[in-house]
Every structure is written in structure tokens, then in C-alpha cells.
């Protein structure tokens, strides 16, 4: 249930990556039942199809585009579409991303490009793709991140060093985009239940009672908890945000990495 109107982006229109599954789907569905027209990108169209289909059924418009983010031209093309299906292009959420646990020591640095291409390049490259669009009557950018970005968190520093680099561009394209009426910021989730991610990256073995004594405030996220966010920053009640990455974790990285260090050994 949803504390914001429900036309608040009626006539907008946007541009979700990693929209197939997860966090991204769960934005464009958002986005979409706010009154925006969603585009969804991702490599595999089934998923991203079945999101659209279940947009559409509920009275929005939407459209299924398939493309790898690190594939600018690709990538630039589908946004380009998007952006003369609907006739214009407000808002881009950037939510593609890949990741898994994996030491230092042992990553590949294909493994590690791997991230930093999809996370950081991807971001990037869709931003970039965007910005024509968004230029023409201004618009709204959002990245997610997460809290490995400024957490030292073992296992994951090829996921923590592309999700540091996002925020960082967060900061720049919002300076540099501001005076073409473009804000540009981030949210960085903590642990939030149902999703790729946490299935990736919960340390094996331990309870999820175990694990939700890791949180401050005892239970993890919702995927609504994250749409949220994204609505407060696209709508005009962030009006005034940008450069600003909202965290939005219940605490947990008040903790530090909190159960990762046991996955340490040693
Ligand atoms: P997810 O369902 O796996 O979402 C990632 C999406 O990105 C997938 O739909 C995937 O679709 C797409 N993707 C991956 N590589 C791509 C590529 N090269 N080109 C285009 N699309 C690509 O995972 P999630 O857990 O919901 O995560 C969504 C976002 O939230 C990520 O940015 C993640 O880092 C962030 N986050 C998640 C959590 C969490 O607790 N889950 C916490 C903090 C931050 P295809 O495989 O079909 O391409
Ligand atoms: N541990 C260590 N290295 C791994 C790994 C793992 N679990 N999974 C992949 N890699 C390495 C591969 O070995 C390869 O390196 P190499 O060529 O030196 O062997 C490199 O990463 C690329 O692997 P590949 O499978 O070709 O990558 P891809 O581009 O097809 O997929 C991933 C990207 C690896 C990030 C994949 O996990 C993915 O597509 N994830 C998307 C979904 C996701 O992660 N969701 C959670 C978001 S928080």
C-alpha cells in the first residue's frame, strides 16, 4: 500500500533497468501504478515480458526491452525506443546488477570486471543513453546501491568497489546535469527479503532468526519499503534532492558487516 497519490507521475514516462526481477521489478510495477509509462530492460525478455504483462493488466502501459547493459549500443537503442514509444522519457532507474560471494584472493579479474562493468559501466552507459532524453524537459535519475558501498564487507569487494563508483557518479552527473534540470540520486537497501540478491548472499547456514539479529530494527526490508524511496526522489516531493544517496537499511550498517566477518574464517 502505497502513502503517495496514485497519479502522482501521470504523463510521465520511465526507463527501469534490471526491471525483470527482484528490487527493478518491483520499481517499474510502482512507477507504473503511480501513472507513469514503464519501460523495463534486462537481458532475459521473458522475465522483463511478464512484468510488462502484468503492467498492462492492471491498466498501465508498458514495454518489455531486451539488451545487456554493458552493450552501449545495444542499450542506447532501447532506450531511444522506449523514449519515442512513449514520446518522451522522465525518469531512469538504474537497478541491473550482478553479484556473489567470492574472496579476494580467489576472484578472476574477469569476476571482478564482470561487476564493475554491469554495476558501474551499466550505470553509466544508461545514464548516458538517457540524458538526451531527460535534457528535454528534465527528469530524474535513480541508482540502486547498497550498503557495501561504504561498509567494509569481506567476500564482496568487486560488488562494494562498483556500487562506491555509482555513488560517486551519483554526485558528478548531479552536479554537472543540475543546471539541465536533471537530479540525479541514489538509495542504497539493506537485506531485503525476497530477492535475488539475498538468496546470493546471506551467509549460508545461518537462521533467519540468527540473521535479523543483525538488524537494528529485527527484520529485513520489503521490496515496497525500496519503491518507497524511489517515488519520494522521482516525485516532486524530492524536488529538491540530488547528488543524495537515502539508505535505507533498518540499521544494519550501524553494525558494520556484521555476520559476513564469520564467513571470513581464519
Ligand atoms: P535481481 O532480481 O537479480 O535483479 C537484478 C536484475 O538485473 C535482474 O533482473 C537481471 O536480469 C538484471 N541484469 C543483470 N545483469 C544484467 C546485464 N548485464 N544487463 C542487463 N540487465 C542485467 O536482484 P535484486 O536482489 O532484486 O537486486 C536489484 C538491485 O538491488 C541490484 O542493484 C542490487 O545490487 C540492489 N540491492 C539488492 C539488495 C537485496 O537485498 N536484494 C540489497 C542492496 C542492494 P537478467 O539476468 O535477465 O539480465
Ligand atoms: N564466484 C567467483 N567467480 C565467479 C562467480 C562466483 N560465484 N560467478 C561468476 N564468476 C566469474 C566467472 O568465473 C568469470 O570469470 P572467469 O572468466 O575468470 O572464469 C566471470 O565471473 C564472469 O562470469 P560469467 O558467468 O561469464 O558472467 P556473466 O556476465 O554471464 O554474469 C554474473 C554476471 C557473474 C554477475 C552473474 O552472477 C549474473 O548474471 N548475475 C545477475 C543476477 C544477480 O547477481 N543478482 C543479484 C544482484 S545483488
Given at each position: 500500500?502505497?502513502?503517495?497519490?496514485?497519479?502522482?507521475?501521470?504523463?510521465?514516462?520511465?526507463?527501469?533497468?534490471?526491471?525483470?526481477?527482484?528490487?527493478?521489478?518491483?520499481?517499474?510495477?510502482?512507477?507504473?501504478?503511480?501513472?507513469?509509462?514503464?519501460?523495463?530492460?534486462?537481458?532475459?525478455?521473458?522475465?522483463?515480458?511478464?512484468?510488462?504483462?502484468?503492467?498492462?493488466?492492471?491498466?498501465?502501459?508498458?514495454?518489455?526491452?531486451?539488451?545487456?547493459?554493458?552493450?552501449?549500443?545495444?542499450?542506447?537503442?532501447?532506450?531511444?525506443?522506449?523514449?519515442?514509444?512513449?514520446?518522451?522519457?522522465?525518469?531512469?532507474?538504474?537497478?541491473?546488477?550482478?553479484?556473489?560471494?567470492?574472496?579476494?584472493?580467489?576472484?578472476?579479474?574477469?569476476?571482478?570486471?564482470?561487476?564493475?562493468?554491469?554495476?558501474?559501466?551499466?550505470?553509466?552507459?544508461?545514464?548516458?543513453?538517457?540524458?538526451?532524453?531527460?535534457?528535454?524537459?528534465?527528469?530524474?535519475?535513480?541508482?540502486?546501491?547498497?550498503?557495501?558501498?561504504?561498509?567494509?564487507?569481506?567476500?564482496?569487494?568487486?560488488?562494494?568497489?562498483?556500487?562506491?563508483?555509482?555513488?560517486?557518479?551519483?554526485?558528478?552527473?548531479?552536479?554537472?546535469?543540475?543546471?539541465?534540470?536533471?537530479?540525479?540520486?541514489?538509495?542504497?537497501?539493506?537485506?531485503?527479503?525476497?530477492?535475488?540478491?539475498?538468496?546470493?548472499?546471506?551467509?549460508?547456514?545461518?537462521?533467519d532468526e540468527t540473521l535479523r539479529k543483525m538488524v537494528p530494527l529485527s527484520r529485513w526490508g520489503t521490496i515496497d519499503?525500496?519503491?518507497?524511496?524511489?517515488?519520494?526522489?522521482?516525485?516532486?516531493?524530492?524536488?529538491?534532492?540530488?547528488?543524495?544517496?537515502?539508505?535505507?537499511?533498518?540499521?544494519?550498517?550501524?553494525?558494520?558487516?556484521?555476520?559476513?566477518?564469520?564467513?571470513?574464517?581464519?
Open positions: 500500500m502505497s502513502v503517495f497519490v496514485s497519479n502522482l507521475l501521470e504523463g510521465k514516462a520511465a526507463f527501469v533497468t534490471g526491471g525483470g526481477s527482484g528490487i527493478g521489478a518491483g520499481i517499474a510495477k510502482r512507477l507504473a501504478k503511480q501513472g507513469a509509462k514503464v519501460a523495463v530492460l534486462g537481458r532475459k525478455l521473458e522475465k522483463l515480458e511478464a512484468v510488462a504483462k502484468e503492467i498492462t493488466l492492471a491498466g498501465g502501459t508498458a514495454l518489455a526491452l531486451a539488451a545487456d547493459v554493458r552493450d552501449y549500443p545495444a542499450l542506447e537503442k532501447a532506450v531511444n525506443d522506449a523514449a519515442a514509444a512513449f514520446g518522451r522519457l522522465d525518469i531512469l532507474v538504474n537497478s541491473a546488477a550482478g553479484n556473489f560471494l567470492a574472496p579476494a584472493a580467489a576472484l578472476s579479474a574477469n569476476g571482478f570486471k564482470s561487476v564493475i562493468d554491469i554495476d558501474l559501466c551499466g550505470t553509466f552507459n544508461a545514464s548516458r543513453a538517457a540524458f538526451q532524453h531527460l535534457a528535454k524537459q528534465g527528469g530524474t535519475i535513480v541508482s540502486i546501491t547498497a550498503t557495501q558501498a561504504f561498509v567494509a564487507t569481506p567476500l564482496q569487494c568487486h560488488a562494494g568497489a562498483a556500487k562506491a563508483g555509482i555513488e560517486k557518479l551519483t554526485r558528478d552527473l548531479a552536479l554537472e546535469w543540475a543546471r539541465m534540470g536533471i537530479r540525479v540520486n541514489a538509495v542504497a537497501p539493506g537485506p531485503i527479503a525476497g530477492t535475488e540478491g539475498m538468496s546470493r548472499l546471506a551467509p549460508p547456514g545461518a537462521s519499503e525500496v519503491c518507497e524511496a524511489v517515488i519520494f526522489l522521482v516525485s516532486p516531493a524530492g524536488a529538491y534532492m540530488t547528488g543524495a544517496t537515502l539508505l535505507l537499511d533498518g540499521g544494519t550498517s550501524l553494525l558494520g558487516p556484521g555476520p559476513f566477518l564469520d564467513m571470513m574464517g581464519g
